[in-house]
């Protein structure tokens, strides 16, 4: 039987796994018939390489083989785990697809699928812990320029970089591993090799910072240290500056539940009306101030938006506001910029504002949902609705925005702010204007959202759309924004 060798470098990459792979497929080389090899590795056999070889120029099937976008997924997730045999494991799978067996990934009992399966898992985990537990620290002398330091256990600096680049894209930094380094440079990120823990600073000024905002935010009665093992690996616990603080944290945890117990019990709360579908409502042992509750929800990961998105976009407006607005989502601009209500429907916004003679800077801006949702199109990001799921996960930050502000009158900007204030089911085309008293009296009405009236065409209804905007709004008129 003739021997093969492929070689694969990197050998995380997809890209040089499927050349290979569809080169052996073509010269029909059976799975057992091939080396994978990689870096400086020999073959044990001394087969002769397929690649640069006659056997490459004139393969003798031509004919592609297709694959299912699933299968192409899971290679490209088992290609980054250290496991030498995924090579061999992932080409195997593949010649058996080409060879009939078509609908191999649904068979759950298959034992390369559930290789496969347990090494893609393994390689997203790794991944998950990357994004958690990165942690930079600033170059002494350099201006916005980042390091961290950080041990994977498999190959994921090249997947993982990416979610870094559009997180913090407006700094300079490098992420060092023993085996490869991703670099930002605030334009394009690049890849190299290995780094040294000491080539990364061990500490900078923001620890300190960090250290207190996390002692702020760590919340005694949600405390699992099960759970917190599970999650957090105590060889994580090296780089992460909150790490010294979490035995003291963990011991104080009862007495704390405790002093909240009687807090409680001495001040009532207000009632946040919640709807029936609501995710819980901010307790006491939420942040205590405006400012808190912002910094926690910068670190907020109750659904998956926030991970394709650049930042949490709180609300912004005096504390004292008697008036605040609730639009959707952030947009483009909002995610990029931070800020609530900055891009055109922001600007719509303020045009109508200004008519009606009410000061912006009185009033306090927020959204239902804190995250941009969007599909990419090309390099395009178009926003895409958030599902109620969305809006309950994020209900509580609103409402303790709601709590800590207190404001007189409620205004719901669309149909998505008017579920999260009203709850499901609220028509608003039937209900627009109208006041309603919630639970714990604040007054509330709703009323279309500027983008709304961005997207209506034709000659008249652009301006009946503004128009039923201004009209709604001109209740605000009479109300002192302040208190
Ligand atoms: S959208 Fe809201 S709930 Fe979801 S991650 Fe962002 S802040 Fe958290």
């Known amino acids: 039987m003739a021997r093969w060798s492929v070689r694969i470098d990197p050998p995380w990459s997809l890209q040089a796994w499927r050349d290979a792979a569809r080169l052996a497929l073509r010269h029909a080389v059976a799975p057992e018939q091939l080396d994978w090899l990689h870096g400086e590795e020999a073959s044990l056999l001394d087969a002769p390489s397929l690649q640069g070889t006659d056997a490459e120029a004139g393969a003798p099937h031509d004919a592609p083989t297709y694959v299912a976008k699933v299968f192409v997924e899971l290679a490209a997730t088992c290609l980054c785990h250290r496991d030498p045999q995924r090579l061999s494991l992932l080409y195997r799978m593949l010649w058996r697809i080409a060879h009939g067996e078509r609908s191999l990934l649904s068979n759950p009992t298959d034992p390369d699928v559930l290789r496969a399966m347990a090494l893609s898992q393994a390689v997203r985990r790794d991944s998950h812990k990357m994004k958690a537990f990165v942690r930079f620290r600033e170059v002494p002398g350099q201006q916005d320029a980042f390091i961290a330091w950080f041990e994977p256990e498999h190959h994921i600096v090249d997947r993982v970089a990416p979610f870094f680049a559009r997180r913090f894209a407006g700094m300079r930094w490098a992420i060092l591993t023993p085996g490869r380094s991703a670099h930002w440079d605030g334009q394009a ?5 290995g780094g040294r823990q000491s080539d990364a600073p061990t500490e900078d ?67 946040i009306p919640v709807p029936a579908t609501g995710a819980p409502a901010v307790t006491d042992t939420a942040p205590a101030t405006l400012g808190a509750l912002r910094d926690a929800a910068s670190a907020c990961r109750r659904c998956p938006l926030w991970e394709p998105a650049t930042q949490t976009v709180f609300g912004e407006g005096p504390p004292n506001a008697s008036i605040m607005l609730v639009g959707e989502q952030p947009g483009d601009s909002e995610d990029l910029s931070g800020h609530p209500f900055v891009g055109p429907a922001g600007q719509l916004l303020d045009r109508a504002l200004r008519e009606l003679g009410i000061e912006r800077s009185a009033l306090y801006l927020t959204n239902a949902v804190k995250h941009f949702r969007f599909e990419r199109r090309g390099k395009r990001r178009i926003h895409s609705k958030p599902q109620l799921t969305h809006v309950n996960a994020c209900r509580p930050w609103l409402m303790g925005e709601i709590e800590k502000v207190r404001p007189q009158v409620i205004v719901c900007l669309g149909a998505t702010a008017a579920t999260a204030v009203f709850g499901a089911g609220f028509n608003l085309m039937a209900n627009h204007g109208r006041w309603h008293v919630l639970d714990d009296a604040t007054r509330a009405f709703a009323t279309v959202h500027p983008s709304w009236v961005l997207r209506q065409t034709g000659d008249e209804a652009p301006g009946n759309a503004y128009q039923l905007l201004k009209n709604d709004l001109q209740q ?7 208190r």
């Open 205 to 271: 000024a923001r620890e300190e910072l960090w250290r207190t905002y996390y002692a702020n935010i760590f919340n005694p009665a949600r405390l699992n240290t099960r759970m917190m093992q599970q999650e957090m690996p105590a060889k994580y616990w090296k780089h992460l500056p909150e790490a010294t603080l979490l035995p003291q944290l963990v011991r104080d945890a009862g007495d704390r539940v405790q002093e909240m117990h009687d807090r409680q019990a001495q001040a009532p709360r207000r009632r």
């Open 476 to 482: 605000l008129v009479e109300i002192k924004p302040t």
């Open 189 to 193: 990120l690049s890849f190299g090799p």
